[in-house]
């Protein structure tokens, strides 16, 4: 850009006619290092060798002349050097239990030395704070603990320091207090550079050491960027901080300050846009950006996320159109694909038993897409494995039970997913073994850029859990794993590198600093996103960090409002987007950036603000119904033939446009895993044992001693039972479910013992009947067959009774008027007992049913409850199914059925 900040200081030194070879620019991050030679190169001509370049970071580094250590080693030093500290009677935490405190710990120790905070000063503050606030408590020994702790931290911290030396590292915190101690020195060795500061902003006091040294020395010179209107403003935090320099700095009480410009004032278009979720911001800027002219240059146009996690989401959108591209953020890898991948495989692991993997953590691997990609050749429907656990009430799944469900070229696959039983190490040599597989991910060139960066990322990290592990002499668990992998994959970031000064520009809100665009696109524009509101974990209470000069949520605030603002300066349009919708954590309120430029918006400004369009499709009829059309007509004529059940009639009276979906389509929920006995699993478990018991004793009279007996076996029936539904051994409310199927059993039979007893005889004449009959109906051109299966047929005094257990809520068996037999769906049961009495009769016209009921196991004391006629709706049940009874129930029937078949009557779903 002609009027960019780099390119106008190029331009500046260049009238100043430097010596370009001995000149040295240190900027705020690598990626304006870039850009400042291609304005070096755009203005300067003939053959040159380009000045040496920065980023302060490693210009920090440079200087100090030591290696920062990795995080994972500032940890593992850190941890001898504490259990090194404490006293030998006592017995230091775990490295697991000193992860969880240590992490906050070292960033305060980093900061307070980038500070330059005296070392003594500072613990001798913090012990005395922690003491005065333990006086008067109760001495126990968690706080006797903590209060030594602080007493022992400047040993522990000399200890730490020396043992990094050691190996020739240090702290990134102590780069910088060793760069102040050791400037002089590498200025000598730099005795004709001429050092360049530019586009800094918020500066540490060693960083402030360095830049006003080298002021001092004359040899160095500052540029600034920054707006005069922000700059006098007082209450403007944007020039917070280049505001305390001008008035702190002898330098510019010298010479009067002429940085400031004008450049945010000039003719911008900025549009605000409110978009409904999350991931809707992404999918709108990928629409902009297709609309956009093709041949423009796409290198001055960037996309900045506030909010990291858009990336991926983003990468889907972009157009065809754009052929280049150029990533410069950090995207936290826990939220990459590949990370969630190997976070549920190690849930997985931590939470494996004896009995094999919990079945909702396989279900949640196998679900994953990066899973099904692994098995996409070998094993294409891996939704078999759950499917059939399901069917077999499986909690816990073990790799010989995948195995045998899955084809066999998939079984080394799952021997290193599901490997049961294994050691943490032999779980970090599977991932390790497994991730290169998703170096080449069949998507496009961004997407597959961020795979193969994920991976490398994950395996470098598992690779030092490996050694971190084998360096611990402690026993490595996976619980251990765990939090190592937690410790180090937090705040880890996929770091782009693409075509650095050609394509569209995507970067981090930190990775603009220096740098200028035509058109800005901001994504993530909500407060509590930009800027950020949640503070680092510290050790550090805030009134201490403000006595000593450490930096606080006010000094990150006035940061990003300098980043936002220095990136609006040079950009001709404009557009911010925001999440309007409130979900959960995330509040739908655009950030006090917006609120503020839109009410301090200069004239030249065009302010625009929308709300994004989303078209309103109009929800369907709430009301579902579906017409009886001839093909609708002809299936019904096929279900005829096969036969209708009680329940399925029971279905069609309830909800019709149910009973079209589930015997028409033939369209079933899907089965879920049951952690608990069903209804119909308790239902299924207490009529399959009441069958074995019964069966038996099929044509016989019943004895005292048989019933005896039946109560005798029913623990073990009830066992065999369970067993076949549940192969493995049932846990928690299942044996407490149990339990109350075998004592209501006993209730029944022990209750059936007493009517004999009593004098009564029983015989058992049928179990589980399955009956049919088929008849014409009347105004339907088909026979019509209506089946079921009787649970039990017994004769009762000599008078034959039809039978159903339930184990459910019972409804009124009594009928005032046979007409709401038809439509009634509340009068399902005795429509049942009233279909089972009619297959019954058809079958045995000599031997009549003259009653049906049921047999409740939640009120077994009440004995056979029957359906038949009642005078009132308190009156007293007539028991007596006579063959007046029965025609009338003939009747019922034959109306339901022609009313099944009325083309003039859709399935519906009942009225609300």
């Known amino acids: 850009m002609a009027n960019s900040f780099l390119g106008t200081v190029v331009q500046s030194l260049k009238a100043q006619q430097p010596d370009w070879e001995n000149m040295c620019f240190v900027l705020p991050n690598r990626r304006a290092q870039l850009f400042l030679q291609k304005e070096l190169t755009v203005a300067l ?84 704070l922690h003491e005065i606030r333990a006086w008067g408590q109760a001495q126990d020994k968690i706080i006797q603990d903590y209060t030594a702790f602080w007493k022992r931290l400047p040993d522990m911290y000399h200890e730490f320091m020396h043992r990094l030396e ?107 846009t409110q978009v409904q979720q999350q991931l809707g911001q992404a999918k709108e800027i990928g629409d902009l950006l297709a609309k956009m002219d093709n041949q423009q240059d796409w290198s001055k146009t960037a996309v900045v996320l506030a909010d990291e996690s858009l990336l991926m989401p983003l990468l889907y959108a972009l157009p065809p159109s754009i052929d280049k591209l150029n990533i410069t953020m950090g995207f936290p890898l826990d939220q990459h694909p590949t990370a969630i991948f190997i976070n549920a495989l190690l849930k997985m692991a931590v939470r494996q038993t004896e009995k094999g993997f919990y079945f909702a953590d396989v279900e949640s691997v ?52 599901f490997r049961l039983n294994g050691t943490p190490n032999q779980w970090v040599a599977d991932m390790l073994e ?67 000064l050609e394509g569209l520009q995507i970067l981090g809100v930190l990775e603009t600093r220096a740098i200028d665009f035509d058109n800005v696109l901001v994504a993530g524009v909500n407060e509590g996103v930009l800027p950020g509101q949640s503070e680092q974990p510290s050790w550090i209470p805030y009134e201490v960090k403000k006595a000593f000069g450490l930096p606080t949520q006010d000094e990150q605030d006035a940061i990003f409002t300098y980043h936002f603002y220095r990136l609006m300066y040079r950009a001709a349009k404009v557009k911010l987007f925001y999440n309007g919708t409130t979900d959960g954590i995330q509040v739908g309120e655009p950030s006090r950036f917006i609120r503020q430029w839109a009410f301090d918006c200069p004239e030249t400004h065009s302010w625009q603000e929308h709300t994004q369009n989303v078209p309103f499709v109009p929800p369907p009829s709430s009301h579902k119904s579906i017409p009886k059309t001839p093909a609708v007509m002809e299936k019904l004529l096929e279900l005829a033939k096969a036969g209708f059940s009680p329940s399925g009639l029971n279905a069609f009276v309830k909800d019709g446009y149910a009973f079209y979906k589930r015997y028409l389509l033939g369209l079933r929920e899907e089965d879920e895993l049951e952690t608990y006995f069903s209804h119909k699993t308790y239902g299924t478990l207490t009529h399959n044992c ?42 928690g409310k299942n044996v407490l479910a149990l ?24 015989e058992i004449v049928a179990l589980e009947q399955k009956l049919s009959m088929t008849q014409t109906v009347p105004g339907i051109e088909g026979p019509v067959t209506f089946k079921g299966t009787v649970d039990r047929v017994d004769k009762y005094n000599g008078t034959i009774r039809v039978l159903d257990y339930k184990t459910g809520q019972l409804q009124d068996l009594g009928i005032m008027d046979w007409t709401d037999l038809a439509n009634d769906p509340d009068r399902g049961q005795a429509r049942q007992l009233l279909m089972y009495a009619m297959l019954w009769n058809t079958h045995n016209p000599n031997n009549p049913a003259g009653q049906a009921g049921i047999i409740a196991l939640k009120q077994y004391k009440k004995g056979v409850l029957y359906v038949g006629e009642k005078a009132s709706p308190r009156g007293k049940v007539s028991p007596i199914l006579a063959a007046e009874q029965m025609q009338k129930a003939a009747l019922v029937f034959e109306e339901l059925t022609q009313t099944l078949f009325d083309p003039n009557c859709p399935f519906s779903e009942p009225a609300a």
């Open 45 to 128: 001509e003939g053959p040159l060798i380009l000045p040496q370049s920065y980023s302060i970071d490693d210009f920090v580094v440079a200087i100090s002349t030591l290696k920062p250590a990795t995080d994972l080693e500032q940890q593992q030093a850190l941890y001898q050097s504490y259990c090194a500290s404490i006293d030998k009677k006592d017995k230091p935490n775990s490295f697991e239990t000193f992860l969880g405190w240590s992490t906050p710990l070292l960033k305060d120790l980093n900061t307070i030395d980038q500070y330059l905070v005296d070392r003594k000063d500072f613990f001798s503050y913090m012990s005395s």
């Open 166 to 272: 050691e190996s020739g590292q240090t702290t990134p915190g102590m780069c910088y207090r060793m760069s102040t101690e050791l400037l002089e020195t590498f200025l000598q060795h730099n005795s004709k550079t001429q050092f360049v500061f530019c586009g800094l902003n918020a500066l540490s006091p060693s960083e402030i050491f360095i830049v006003r040294e080298l002021l001092t020395q004359d040899r160095a010179q500052v540029f600034w960027d920054i707006d005069k209107q922000m700059l006098d403003d007082e209450l403007h935090q944007a020039g917070r901080f280049i505001r305390s320099y001008i008035s702190t700095w002898p330098e510019y009480k010298q010479q009067p300050f002429n940085q400031a410009h004008a450049h945010f004032h000039d003719p911008k278009s900025i549009k605000v």
């Open 366 to 417: 196998l679900s994953i897409t990066e899973t099904k990609a692994l098995f996409l050749t070998t094993a294409p429907n891996l939704d078999e494995v759950l499917e059939q656990a399901k069917k077999e009430h499986r909690s816990y799944l073990d790799t010989a039970y995948i195995k045998a469900i899955v084809p066999k070229a998939a079984h080394a696959s799952v021997d290193t997913l």
């Open 434 to 500: 497994v991730l290169p597989l998703f170096y080449d991910v069949q998507q496009s060139q961004a997407v597959r850029q961020a795979y193969s960066l994920a991976v490398e990322k994950l395996m470098v990290l598992l690779s030092q859990i490996k050694d971190v592990a084998a360096g611990l002499h402690q026993d490595f668990s996976f619980s251990l794993l765990r939090n190592l992998y937690s410790q180090l994959s937090a705040g880890q970031k996929l770091n782009f590198v693409g075509a650095p």
């Open 690 to 731: 009441l069958e074995a018991l019964y069966m038996p004793f099929v044509g016989k009279q019943l004895s005292q001693s048989d019933c005896k007996d039946m109560i005798d076996r029913v623990d073990t029936v009830a066992d065999e039972m369970v067993k076949r539904e549940h192969p493995q051994n049932i846990s």
């Open 739 to 762: 339990a109350a199927i075998k004592r209501n059993i006993q209730n029944i039979i022990a209750h059936e013992q007493g009517e004999i007893v009593a004098g009564n005889v029983i």
